[in-house]
């Protein structure tokens, strides 16, 4: 299954590019390049951000197996946010808080060009179920974490004759940082997300698929 990453205008799922990593593509920015830091400790910015979804995007989470660790938690809320800003139709609530959950680099190239978006228009709705298939570490500073998200019945507002999805089982990875923020502490935060990741199908592919048979 293929799911657009920010985009300016969000495309039909039919025609989304399933390229792997976030999708800069060739889009032209919005004038309006970044929004002033907003005046949130980290605490402040979490306890804003819908980790169970919301009432259009509601998500119910399957961590059996795997402990909520730092890691873990922080991919969880970089999910969590991805599909927040895309059944929102104004960004400018959703995008400020990108700033606590992606890297500074991440933020800047993918979220703040958006952050004044107020009218977006087709977003995204339908229960997701997401299960965390792994964790591969990558030293002390850096980890990968993986998720089986079923998207069957996830949809644009738009799609009048919506049926359930045949191909919903989607692997989607965030590779993560432990950085310092500004706030002088260091922070687990997404640095890179890749959506329908094919690397890691062989190892997870055939799991995800069995799992993602759920119903509303």
């Not at 989304?16 to 976030?22: K, L, Q, V």
């Not at 970044?34 to 005046?39: D, Q």
């Not at 259009?56 to 402990?67: E, F, K, Q, R």
């Amino acid at each position: 299954m293929c799911t657009a990453a920010i985009v300016a205008v969000i495309v039909g799922l039919g025609t989304a590019a399933c390229t792997g990593d976030d999708p800069s593509g060739d889009r032209a920015a919005p004038s309006s390049s970044s929004a002033a830091a907003p005046s949130l400790t980290f605490d402040e910015a979490y306890r804003k951000l819908p980790m169970d979804g919301t009432e259009d995007v509601p998500i119910t989470w399957d961590l059996a197996g795997v402990p909520d660790t730092d890691e873990v938690l922080a991919a969880r809320r970089g999910l969590a946010f991805m599909y927040w800003e895309r059944q929102a139709t104004d960004w400018t609530q959703v995008i400020p808080i990108g700033r606590f959950v992606f890297t500074e680099a991440y933020y800047e190239k993918f979220l703040a060009p958006f952050a004044m978006s107020s009218v977006v228009e087709d977003p995204l709705i339908g229960p997701i179920w997401v299960k965390v298939m792994g964790v591969e570490p990558a030293g002390a500073d850096q980890a990968t974490v993986t998720f089986c998200t079923d998207l069957g019945y996830w949809h644009h507002v738009e799609e009048k004759n919506f049926t359930v999805r045949q191909d919903r089982a989607n692997l989607e990875s965030y590779v993560l940082k432990n950085v310092e923020s500004g706030d002088g502490e260091h922070h687990w935060l997404t640095d890179r997300l890749i959506d329908n990741d094919g690397s890691r199908m062989a190892k997870y592919g055939p799991e995800c698929t069995k799992w993602s048979q759920h119903r509303p």
